[in-house]
């Protein structure tokens, strides 16, 4: 299959490449302009941003593909532009961060697991790093859309498990971690990335976690 993507390009010498992945993970990134993305790329940042299957903007087939597949294409899917950036030389492995938030989190989380050769560290706000536990306390709104992204429960409890960050902590013990969460997050409870902080340092990892204050599911605040 095609993968979409974009990539803005900085207009000095490269400091690296960001891999920014959207939430969702039923979304897109948006072709319009981004003053996240503009601020980047004036420090010097190439910016490659994958619209990986599930997203929408490009048929319903690509965006369907996900169905039971949440945390396995949209990682592979990564995986392969990120590699295909390092072939363009518009970054190299020390140079590379993959961030996400919400399911851009958990996505950027798991690509790490899978190949932390590609990366030199990841940034993710309120990330999802325990999707059984996303499917028993998410917010009404999206009650049960881990059934169609992953399996209903009980029966896929194992895939769930399998497909949880926290589940194998110890495939972040060499990549640089940096957590941002609000204490107030209807979506993805901050006890997720606490958890998850707590279970990566205990063998080893560098976490930072940052916690602000009364901020939910997206930052608001100044």
Do not use: C
């Amino acid at each position: 299959a095609s993968l979409h993507a974009r990539l803005y390009s900085a207009s000095a010498a490269s400091r690296g490449l960001i891999v920014w992945l959207h939430g969702g993970p039923t979304d897109q990134w948006q072709a319009s302009f981004m003053p996240r993305m503009a601020y980047w790329r004036a420090q010097g940042w190439n910016i490659l941003v994958p619209d990986h299957r599930g997203s929408t903007g490009h048929g319903r087939a690509y965006q369907q593909a996900l169905r039971g597949q949440w945390g396995l294409l949209d990682v592979a899917d990564t995986l392969a532009a990120t590699e295909h950036a390092h072939q363009q030389g518009w970054g190299t492995p020390e140079r590379t961060v993959v961030m996400g938030g919400s399911s851009g989190g958990f996505t950027a989380l798991e690509a790490v697991a899978a190949r932390p050769s590609l990366f030199a560290a990841t940034v993710v706000l309120y990330p999802v790093t325990d999707v059984a536990d996303l499917a028993e306390r998410s917010h009404r709104f999206e009650r049960h859309y881990t059934d169609s992204l992953i399996g209903p429960l009980p029966a896929t409890v194992d895939k769930y498990r399998e497909r949880s960050p926290i589940s194998h902590s110890n495939r972040y013990v060499g990549t640089p971690i940096l957590i941002l969460h609000g204490d107030a997050d209807p979506v993805v409870p901050v006890e997720q990335s606490r958890a998850f902080a707590d279970s990566v340092r205990a063998i080893g990892g560098d976490v930072e976690l940052h916690v602000y204050e009364g901020e939910g599911h997206g930052f608001r605040q100044r």
